[in-house]
Every structure is written in structure tokens, then in C-alpha cells.
């Protein structure tokens, strides 16, 4: 288990890296030009070189800060985003179990602590005001995306994620309740602080948010953080609506297709109003997914009595 954990964890870091490359590429391409393409062939090196570049530069912190919880917030941050890996279930099974669903949600809940604590022990105004700004947004989300999943979770009565591969062998839950899908997704942008919902780096007021006092490696560690949880959300969103058999190709490529979607969203939408945001996830979504919930509760417990 520790050596297939290993390889996982390596497997994620060497993903985020190229996914770094494809969306300066999309974003390239969306802007009516190449993106990185020097370092060698069509810029495949890109994400080394940068990594390269990111931690052998000159560490710096302030002279006010809490120099302890200051350093450890980003490893804590990266941290998590790599042990929520560890519920999936792959082909070894690894770390799954039946509350595996359970386990994401107390592992995504712990990280908003670390983004929280990273921007206070700055000591600046600038990176206080990007942190209380992220957990709000984020506090407000995992709301409406529990009671989103919860819907799931009744259709199938359990909290294991093979569960939900084996229930959507001859359809898949995105044709079955689009508009919770649809939803879902919208959750997991805001989640994952991601255009048009990155409140948390709105670099024209708060001077590029939370981590603006972070540089070098510790920097290299929050951006790796937010491209791991990109990834994650991919993959649970393949797990719950669109069928993912985890020994298909076709697993992958919804999953790419899903990263894309994130990167599009990014090159086209302009931000959204802070205010908009919050009477969106506490005035439509939350209302919607709960009398949602309420009618899957009520057609399973319809179905249970007519059959049993």
C-alpha cells in the first residue's frame, strides 16, 4: 500500500505539471498565440523548468510574520490535497473503503483551515482580506456540493465511490439529473477558487490574495495545492455522473475532457461579483438541491415499497 500510495503521489505531481502546460497552451491558443513553446519539443519541458526555477530561488518571508504557522501552511496545504488522493479507488484499491466519501469531505473540509491561517500568519491586510474572502466562498460551496452529492449518495445507499461505477453501468447519472450535474460543476469551479470565482486572487484589489507574502518554494506549493484539487474534482466528478470504469480509456479521457472544461471557463468568462456569488450558492442552489434531495428521497423510497 505505502509503495502504490508513492507512486500515486508521484503520478498526481507529474499531472499537475503537465496540466500546467496544457492550460498555458489553451490560454495561448484562446489569445491568438502559441504559449510556451521553447524549452524542448513544442515546450514539453516547460513545467520542469519552472519547478526548477520556483525552488531554487531566494526564500523570503516578513519580518512581522508567524514565521512557524507561516511555513507550514503550504506544506499542510499540499499535504492534503495529496492524501485526499489516497480514497480513490484504483485498480490496486488502495485506501478505499465504504466511507470513503465521508473521508473526501472531512480531508476538503480541513484544507480551508490551512488557506485561512496562511493568509492571517502573513501579517498583511492584502493576504487576511484574500483569506477570510476563500472561506467564505468555500465554507458557502461545500453546502450546496454536500446536498448536491447527497443525491447521488441516496440513488446508490452507500458512501463507497465503486458504488456509484457499478450503478451507472448501462446509464449514466448525467442523464438522469442534469441539472444536479450542472450544478456540481458550477460548485466545484467555485471550490477550487477557479475563473469566474477566483475571489481569492483578485489581483487588481488584493494584490493577488492569501499568498501574496509567499514566494519560492512555499508559492510552488500553494499553486501545486490548487492544480492537485483541479485534478481531484475532475476524477470525482467522472465517479459520479459520467460512468467512470476505472480500467478504460475512456475514464481518462473524461477526466481531460473535465480539466478542459475548467481551463475554457478560465479563458472565457469574465469574474463574478463577490455578492453574486454568495446570494448564488445560499439563494438557488441551496433551495434547488434540497427539494431536489427530497424528491430523490422520496422516488427511492417509492420505488423500495413498490418492489419490496
Known amino acids: 500500500m505505502i509503495v502504490s500510495n508513492l507512486i500515486l503521489v508521484v503520478c498526481v505531481l507529474v499531472s499537475v505539471a503537465f496540466l500546467t502546460l496544457l492550460e498555458r497552451k489553451v490560454l495561448g491558443y484562446v489569445q491568438f498565440r502559441k504559449g510556451p513553446n521553447k524549452v524542448g519539443f513544442m515546450g514539453i519541458l516547460q513545467p520542469f523548468s519552472d519547478a526548477i526555477k520556483l525552488f531554487t530561488?531566494?526564500?523570503?518571508?516578513?519580518?512581522?510574520?508567524?514565521?512557524?504557522?507561516?511555513?507550514?501552511?503550504?506544506?499542510?496545504?499540499?499535504?492534503?490535497?495529496?492524501?485526499?488522493w489516497m480514497s480513490l479507488p484504483f485498480i490496486t484499491v488502495n485506501m478505499n473503503?465504504?466511507?470513503?466519501?465521508?473521508?473526501?469531505?472531512?480531508?476538503?473540509s480541513i484544507s480551508v483551515y490551512t488557506v485561512m491561517l496562511a493568509g492571517w500568519s502573513s501579517n498583511s491586510?492584502?493576504?487576511?482580506?484574500?483569506?477570510?474572502?476563500?472561506?467564505?466562498?468555500?465554507?458557502?460551496y461545500e453546502v450546496s456540493l454536500?446536498?448536491?452529492?447527497?443525491?447521488?449518495?441516496?440513488?446508490?445507499?452507500?458512501?463507497n465511490l465503486l458504488d456509484l461505477m457499478k450503478f451507472q453501468e448501462f446509464t449514466w447519472?448525467?442523464?438522469?439529473?442534469?441539472?444536479?450535474?450542472?450544478?456540481?460543476?458550477?460548485?466545484?469551479?467555485a471550490e477550487t477558487n477557479r475563473t469566474p470565482f477566483d475571489f481569492a486572487k483578485g489581483k487588481t484589489e488584493l494584490v493577488s490574495g492569501f499568498n501574496v507574502k509567499y514566494s519560492s518554494g512555499t508559492f510552488a506549493m500553494i499553486?501545486?495545492?490548487?492544480?492537485?484539487?483541479?485534478?481531484?474534482?475532475?476524477?470525482?466528478?467522472?465517479?459520479?455522473?459520467?460512468?467512470?470504469?476505472?480500467v478504460t480509456l475512456s475514464f481518462f479521457l473524461k477526466i481531460l475532457f473535465l480539466v478542459f472544461f475548467w481551463i475554457w471557463?478560465?479563458?472565457?468568462?469574465?469574474r463574478f461579483r463577490y455578492d453574486k456569488l454568495m446570494y448564488l450558492a445560499w439563494k438557488c442552489y441551496l433551495p434547488v438541491s434540497?427539494?431536489?434531495?427530497?424528491?430523490?428521497?422520496?422516488?427511492?423510497?417509492?420505488?423500495?415499497?413498490?418492489?419490496?
Request: with cysteine.
Open 57 to 84: 530561488k531566494e526564500q523570503v518571508y516578513p519580518y512581522m510574520s508567524n514565521f512557524n504557522l507561516y511555513y507550514i501552511c503550504p506544506v499542510m496545504n499540499l499535504s492534503l490535497a495529496l492524501f485526499i
Open 97 to 108: 473503503f465504504n466511507f470513503s466519501i465521508l473521508f473526501i469531505l472531512c480531508v476538503s
Open 125 to 140: 491586510n492584502y493576504a487576511l482580506l484574500g483569506s477570510l474572502r476563500v472561506v467564505a466562498q468555500i465554507i458557502s
Open 146 to 159: 454536500f446536498l448536491i452529492m447527497l443525491s447521488f449518495l441516496v440513488l446508490i445507499l452507500s458512501l
Open 173 to 189: 447519472f448525467f442523464f438522469l439529473m442534469p441539472i444536479l450535474c450542472y450544478m456540481w460543476l458550477v460548485s466545484s469551479l
Open 223 to 246: 499553486f501545486l495545492a490548487e492544480y492537485s484539487n483541479i485534478l481531484f474534482m475532475s476524477v470525482l466528478s467522472t465517479l459520479l455522473f459520467l460512468g467512470g470504469d476505472l
Open 265 to 270: 471557463g478560465r479563458g472565457t468568462f469574465p
Open 290 to 308: 434540497l427539494n431536489l434531495l427530497i424528491f430523490f428521497f422520496s422516488l427511492k423510497k417509492l420505488i423500495f415499497i413498490l418492489f419490496i
